[in-house]
């Protein structure tokens, strides 16, 4: 059957296509430092919210119109996955991601879930054989059944960890089945809602456990997707273990995983936190912890995880330029953690919407690039911590001084001279890289 017959292969049609069915900027094809846009950007479709939810919000039902609500059961998770893979063919995108319950509906004891995972993901496997696309990372949904109420390796009680770290297991095996290059976390309940029933210490420490025990079974069947930790601050719990990627990071060190782990850093996650998305990204960077990115925005206006496709082309230039600094993602990815506002609940809005968060990472990689190649903040980062490079600055980068002499080079000042940090100026000139990207400069 086919599910999208109003939609053909998009295409790249260039800054002035005014075809809403065609990439404007992302150009599949194009070569930029030796690498095509295609192989560099690695888009995933995220299978929770493009095929299975609804578009339910806490007041409302759902909207989604999709023609493959006409199903139920296993036969509805058949056709999401005709229709999943006739969209990735159209969309042309390289990757997808999904957790266990995306795929196949949960039975009424573990053993039937895993049996009906299992028709599943044999179907996917076929699937697969004959496209492109692959397994950018899977993971297991330990939040929305009701026994996770109290978390899931971090619950009061033991036997949801035990269910939990079973349907982890699963997900562990299903990963090396299907080639996933990439395993996720998102610490679901992993936290929270008052102190005053909480032993925070065995809680962290049980979720300490749990991730040495999958990085042991992981390893026990040879499945070498890299591990990935996507630190959330609060929602659905008040407080999350993994608030964000410093905490995350202090975690990993406290219970000896940080050889294990890298993180997956979604922007909406991010602002939540406090934080900007570049912040996550950049502290994940210098720390050798970058993994893979779900490339979504916020609403500044609500303060909750609205899962906006990326739109921002000011975020996606600073986010795509710690990603270049990176070197890439290596095997992770831009998963498109995102979903459709409730109000665009027709089929063809679920294109508009990866072509408009695939155009707006093309526009923000080409940008990057040229303030790279222009060395725009490396020059003038440069010329702002110069003094560093020689003198005192050089002995305190070098580890060679001690108060005493601080001290003493202290004492001899006679004037201390600061230099602008030229914000306004820097602002105008990212605009002026924006705008001249695709004004033919
Ligand atoms: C929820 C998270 C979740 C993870 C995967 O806020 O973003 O979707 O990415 O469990
Ligand atoms: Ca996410
Ligand atoms: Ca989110």
Not at 90 to 111: M, N, R
Not at 168 to 183: F, R
Not at 353 to 366: N, T
Request: contains cysteine.
């Amino acid at each position: 059957m086919v599910y999208f017959e109003n939609v053909n292969k998009i295409k790249y049609e260039g800054p002035n296509s005014n075809n809403p069915f065609a990439f404007k900027f992302y150009n599949p094809e194009e070569v930029i430092n030796g690498k095509t846009m295609e192989e560099y950007l690695r888009y995933g479709v995220a299978y929770w919210h493009t095929f299975t939810q609804d578009l339910t919000d806490p007041f409302g039902a759902g909207t989604a119109i999709r023609p493959w609500h006409q199903y139920t059961g296993m036969d509805l998770a058949k056709a999401r996955v005709e229709a999943s893979f006739e969209f990735f063919e159209k969309l042309g995108v390289p990757y997808f991601c999904f957790h266990d319950i995306d795929i196949a509906p949960e039975g009424s004891t573990l053993k039937e879930s895993n049996q009906n995972l299992d028709v599943i993901v044999s179907m996917i496997k076929d699937y697969m054989k004959d496209s492109k696309v692959k397994l950018l990372w899977n993971t297991a949904n330990n939040f929305t059944n009701p026994m996770f109420v109290h978390g899931a390796a971090s619950s009061s009680n033991a036997d949801v960890y035990a269910y939990a770290a079973a349907k982890v297991k699963k997900q562990l095996e299903i990963g090396k089945e299907l080639g996933g290059e990439n395993y996720v976390f998102w610490g679901g309940r992993e936290g929270y809602e008052t102190l005053l029933n909480t032993d925070m210490k065995l809680e962290q420490d049980n979720l300490g456990r749990f991730f040495h025990m999958a990085v042991d079974y992981a390893k026990e069947i040879g499945f070498d997707a890299q591990f990935l930790i996507e630190p959330k601050p609060k929602e659905p719990t008040t407080h999350q273990y993994d608030f964000d990627v410093a905490t995350g990071h202090a975690f990993l060190q406290n219970y000896g995983l940080e050889k294990h782990f890298k993180f997956n850093i979604e922007a909406n996650h991010a602002t939540l936190a406090g934080h900007t998305f570049e912040h996550e990204l950049r502290y994940a960077r210098v720390n050798g912890l970058l993994g893979s990115v779900d490339a979504n925005q916020g609403d500044p206006l609500l303060g909750w995880d609205t899962d906006e496709f990326p739109t921002d082309l000011y975020s996606t230039t600073l986010a795509m330029y710690e990603i270049i600094k990176n070197g890439g993602l290596g095997a992770g990815g831009l998963n498109f953690d995102a979903k459709v506002r409730r109000g665009s609940f027709e089929t063809d809005d679920l294109f508009h919407a990866h072509i408009a968060g695939m155009d707006s990472f093309a526009v923000g990689y080409k940008v990057a690039n040229q303030l790279i190649e222009d060395k725009v903040f490396e020059n003038l980062m440069e010329d702002r911590y110069k003094s560093y490079t020689s003198g005192v600055g050089l002995d305190i980068v070098e580890g060679k001084t001690d108060f005493k002499k601080l001290e003493e080079h202290a004492l001899g000042l006679t004037e201390i001279t600061n230099k602008s940090g030229r914000l306004e100026s820097i602002k105008a000139t990212i605009n002026q890289y924006l705008l001249r990207a695709y004004a033919g400069k």
